[in-house]
Every structure is written in structure tokens, then in C-alpha cells.
T-cell receptor, first 112, second 118 residues
Framework: DSGVTQTPKHLITATGQRVTLRCSPRSGDLSVYWYQQSLDQGLQFLIQYYNGEERAKGNILERFSAQQFPDLHSELNLSSLELGDSALYFCASSLTTRNEQFFGPGTRLTVL | AQSVTQLGSHVSVSEGALVLLRCNYS??????LFWYVQYPNQGLQLLLKYTSAATLVKGINGFEAEFKKSETSFHLTKPSAHMRDAAEYFCAVSVWGIMKTSYDKVIFGPGTSLSVIP
């Protein structure tokens, strides 16, 4: 158990819908990262927050947004969902931007 | 630009044989380096990390890796493969911004899928 929790574990929805994925980092960790993992694209970095501030953006679509709240939990919002958004979404946390990341168990999103 | 390459997207070894997974990085400053393992339907788990102390790093499950600055490599090895080692392995480099920590970032390699043949 990494100490990072993600909810829900599984999510099935339809095209055009909007979903919110939630992540609670390890106690004491200030950095939160979001990744998308699919068979054809591999592990893709989406976005990073540090103590509530956006620090880095990767291959995140404009339809996706995220935030980190004062209690350090984070949410990833995916809207206007397409079939191609079906993937595993991982959240990770670290003490600082230079330390190892601890990954949550992931949310498996299926868009039908 | 910083990058991480993993030679071989798929590696197969026989049970009991040596495991060697290759990782090369490019970085203009001394990096931190990590190896992660991902078992099916699970998140990534840290195997080991190099943080500029000893160049030979020992990790969990009998794995170790050696940092070679001259070769910009951080290959992962295990003397004897076990069936439970079958998984995806990711090498990652932590690159630090010179002036500001806001320029820090972690770059993951594409991963190597390890199969262990009984």
C-alpha cells in the first residue's frame, strides 16, 4: 500500500459525459501528479501540482483540467469524453518535486 | 532536452537466468534516477533509486542497478529471474531546474515488459 488513494476504482460512462477522478496523496506529500496509461500510448504525464499550485503540464488535453485543494487532495476532471479517453488514470504523490513518486492504484475509465 | 530511453520494449528470460533491463538517460545536470515496477492491474511501485550516493544501488526483490555517469546508464539487473518478476519496468530520471525548483521534473521511460519463461 503506497498510501495514495484514488476513487473510484472503476468508472464506466458514455461519450460526451464528464467525470471527476479523486486522489488523496500520502500524508505529508505536497506534490501530486496525474498520469494516463493506455495500451497504445503508454504512460503519459498529464499535470503536476505542488502545494496547491500548478507546476508542470504534460500531454493534457484542453477537455481535461485538474486542481489541488488546500487539504492537498486533487481532482482530475475529464469532459466531453471520447472513446479514446478510455485508459487507466494514475495519481502519484511525492514529498517534493525531487523525490520519488508514490503511485495510487489507479482509476480505470471506460468510455462507451 | 532531457530524455530516458529503455532498450527493448519486451524482454524474455528463462526462470533462473540473469535479468538485464537497460536504461539510458540524457541530462545536463547530475540526476536522480529511479526504477519502478508495475504488476498487472496495479500502480507503479518504486524498486530502487539513485540519489548521488553509492553508484551501485540495491532495491527490493533482489534487484540492483548501477549508475554509470560516463555511459549515462542506469541498467537494472537481477541475478536469477523468478516467475513473479514478470511485469512492466519503468526507468525514470528526476531533472532539477538550475534556478528554480519549479523547473524540476520527472521523466519516465517508455517501459520494458519482462516475461519469465518457466
Amino acid at each position: 500500500d503506497s498510501g495514495v488513494t484514488q476513487t473510484p476504482k472503476h468508472l464506466i460512462t458514455a461519450t460526451g459525459q464528464r467525470v471527476t477522478l479523486r486522489c488523496s496523496p500520502r500524508s505529508g506529500d505536497l506534490s501530486v501528479y496525474w498520469y494516463q496509461q493506455s495500451l497504445d500510448q503508454g504512460l503519459q504525464f498529464l499535470i503536476q501540482y505542488y502545494n496547491g499550485e500548478e507546476r508542470a503540464k504534460g500531454n493534457i488535453l484542453e477537455r481535461f483540467s485538474a486542481q489541488q485543494f488546500p487539504d492537498l487532495h486533487s481532482e482530475l476532471n475529464l469532459s466531453s469524453l471520447e472513446l479514446g479517453d478510455s485508459a487507466l488514470y494514475f495519481c502519484a504523490s511525492s514529498l517534493t518535486t525531487r523525490n520519488e513518486q508514490f503511485f495510487g492504484p489507479g482509476t480505470r475509465l471506460t468510455v462507451l | 532536452a532531457q530524455s530516458v530511453t529503455q532498450l527493448g520494449s519486451h524482454v524474455s528470460v528463462s526462470e533462473g537466468a540473469l535479468v538485464l533491463l537497460r536504461c539510458n538517460y540524457s541530462s545536463s545536470v547530475p540526476p536522480y534516477l529511479f526504477w519502478y515496477v508495475q504488476y498487472p492491474n496495479q500502480g507503479l511501485q518504486l524498486l530502487l533509486k539513485y540519489t548521488s550516493a553509492a553508484t551501485l544501488v540495491k532495491g527490493i526483490n533482489g534487484f540492483e542497478a548501477e549508475f554509470k555517469k560516463s555511459e549515462t546508464s542506469f541498467h537494472l539487473t537481477k541475478p536469477s529471474a523468478h516467475m513473479r518478476d514478470a511485469a512492466e519496468y519503468f526507468c525514470a530520471v528526476s531533472v532539477w531546474g538550475i534556478m528554480k525548483t519549479s523547473y524540476d521534473k520527472v521523466i519516465f521511460g517508455p517501459g520494458t515488459s519482462l516475461s519469465v519463461i518457466p
